[in-house]
């Protein structure tokens, strides 16, 4: 596609979004050789951030705990689940995650288990929207089905409770792309009743606020960091 190319040569001399995606696909290409801890570490000391930790599960180190399920309060800045992979040591880590972005490779394929809400399949006629956001374009090419996406997102839910059972880690962020003031979903309560009563008491439940960053400051800072430009050593805070 001649448009297509001529935009994607016009980000490459002036913008960012080629370098970044470029930038995520040697993250995603190297998860087998140096393992995604290391290179979650790497994607985000190219930003120049900074992390402090708090957390306070029964005095335990969550970045060695066992079953343990976290999620996230709030997911606006679009790179807390890179966070959260260069902290954790546990090698069995599961990130629920938007369908769409289960496709980003195959390597990312082997800690994500995908979900799409309901509504996904639902066309609401001509939107602006619906032509230029990739999200929707990607809806519109499956056109899943509603027993299809049920059959998906339970699949994805007992795996999460098998995970959590075995002794790994499950990560989600219930509000979607948003923070703490958007509507949640049922993911946290479907997972927990997936898994046996007997492991219940194994598994513990960490919530997670990320403070000091937002998809404003971040974006200057992807834009900042791949244009080379002077830019201060941002710190955030995990709770």
Known sequence: NNFLKTLLDFDKNHFVLYKFL????????????????????KFISKL????????????????????LLIYGVNHNAFIEPIILFSLLNQKNIKLILFRMYFFLGKNLQKFALPVAARNYS????????????LSQRFRKYESLKDEEIIKINEGSIKKAAKTLEAGGIVVIFPGGAGDELKKWGFGISRIIL???????DDVSLLPVYFSGMGFKRMTVRVIKSYKNMKRKILSFVVN
């Open 22 to 41: 470029n930038e995520f696909a040697n993250f995603e290409k190297g998860i087998p050789k140096f393992g995604i801890k290391t290179q979650a570490s």
């Open 48 to 67: 120049k951030l900074d992390t402090a930790v708090y957390s306070d599960i029964t005095n335990k180190n969550f970045q060695n705990q066992k079953g």
């Open 122 to 133: 639902i066309h609401k006629g001509f939107r602006l929207r619906d032509k230029i956001d």
């Open 194 to 200: 997936n898994i046996k009563k007997e492991k219940r």
